[in-house]
């Protein structure tokens, strides 16, 4: 047996009470031998990179998520969503998932329209249908979302494509959500170079907990200037399983209170965000009566650039306040807001609290 497959039926063998219904890999980008080897334990797979060979697409059952985006430093990854018992896939209405028993990781994209009505028509579809897909399938709650948006920062006939976007999701989430804030997931936004947009999403059976930072103004509480509806999503999600809790930080830019701070300066926000990161995690921390494992405890963070020039800045940064076993990823990205440079997400595991 190959080292990797059996590492995973160690995991397999464990009590179904010590599992968790899914965890991050990262795995070496060349090496497909690891798709194989995980076989049915992928929940779903995302890469930066363009569209896949049609022969990889024929091979593999899971939902393939391709970023036309541009990894900056190492050998480049792919991440894996692994779950401890085979999972099922399927197809419907323009929507790819996996699943467990517990968690549904899910896929769909479209070609971004050129018209901003039908644009903002699309998204809102596009929400309504992933909202009604997981409803039905038992998954109602979600966990995570990532959006993908080429464009991100042009103006389509005289309003942001970002802003559009954020108006479409608004429309959507009210007409199908009673209560809208507790709903809300932490999730993140961002430019790519490609045509489609595409959604990303992680949703349960249960209710998570979701929350806000406490130096910020919570994004559904912006003011106008922002745009004409409010961003909906919340600052950190955290989803309890038997053994632990898995926290996953929302898309975090330099921004206190609401507005951006040093603008234009990438190491000055890098320092910014992995502040409000720290105070987040902190926050978290104490709900849950736990103690705070700080920016160390983080497993995995995405750290966007918009500019591939500010790499050495930001990575001297972010390696000076992180420790050796963090997995780190360096991508090139659009980001919402024009005087915006970085912007990073992180995923942790946070030790359940003693009973
Ligand atoms: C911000 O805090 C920065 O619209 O879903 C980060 C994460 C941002 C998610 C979203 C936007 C979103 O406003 C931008």
Redesign the pocket.
């Known amino acids: 047996m190959t080292p990797k497959a059996s590492k995973l039926q160690s995991t397999s063998d464990q009590p179904e009470q010590g599992r968790v219904p899914l965890r991050l890999i990262y795995a070496p980008a060349a090496d497909e031998s690891a798709a194989w080897e995980y076989g049915q334990y992928v929940l779903g797979e995302t890469r930066f990179e363009p569209a896949p060979t049609a022969i990889y697409e024929k091979e593999f059952n899971h939902p393939l998520v391709c970023v036309p985006t541009q990894q900056l430093l190492g050998p480049p990854v792919k991440e894996y969503w692994l779950s401890p018992t085979p999972v099922e896939y399927r197809r419907q209405a323009d929507i790819r998932f996996g699943h467990n028993e517990q968690v549904l990781f899910g896929y769909t994209q479209f070609s971004l329209p050129a018209s901003g009505a039908s644009l903002e028509k699309q998204i809102r579809r596009r929400y309504d249908t992933m909202l009604k897909l997981l409803r039905s399938q038992g998954y109602a709650h979600l966990m995570r ?1 990532w ?1 993908y948006l080429p464009r991100i920062g042009d103006e389509i006939e005289g309003m942001e494509c ?1 802003r559009r ?2 108006r479409a ?1 608004h429309e959507a989430f009210e007409r199908l959500y009673e209560d809208l804030i507790p709903n809300l997931p ?4 961002l430019g790519t170079s490609g045509t489609d947009l595409q959604m990303v999403f992680l949703a349960g059976r249960t209710s998570p907990h979701h929350y806000e930072n406490p130096r ?1 103004v919570s ?1 559904y509480h ?1 003011p106008q200037k ?1 745009g004409p509806k409010s ?3 919340a ?1 950190a999600t955290s989803v309890r399983w038997s053994c632990e809790e898995t926290l996953f930080i ?4 330099s ?1 206190v209170g ?1 507005e951006s701070r040093h603008r234009q300066d990438a190491g000055a926000q890098a320092e910014e965000i992995l502040r409000n990161i720290e105070a987040l995690i902190a926050h978290v921390a104490a709900s849950i009566r736990t103690a705070s494992p700080g920016l160390g405890g983080i497993g995995h963070l995405r750290v966007y650039l918009r500019n591939s020039s500010d790499l050495g800045t930001v990575r001297q940064i972010v390696e000076g306040r992180l420790s050796a076993p963090t997995q780190v990823a360096y991508l090139q990205a659009g ?3 024009r005087e ?1 440079l970085v ?1 990073m ?1 992180a995923l942790l595991s946070l030790k359940n609290p003693p009973n």
């Open positions: 979302v959006n970002y976007f954020c999701r932490a999730t993140s936004v910020q994004a912006y922002y961003p909906l999503f600052r929302s898309g975090t830019a921004i609401h980001i919402c807001r915006l912007e997400e």
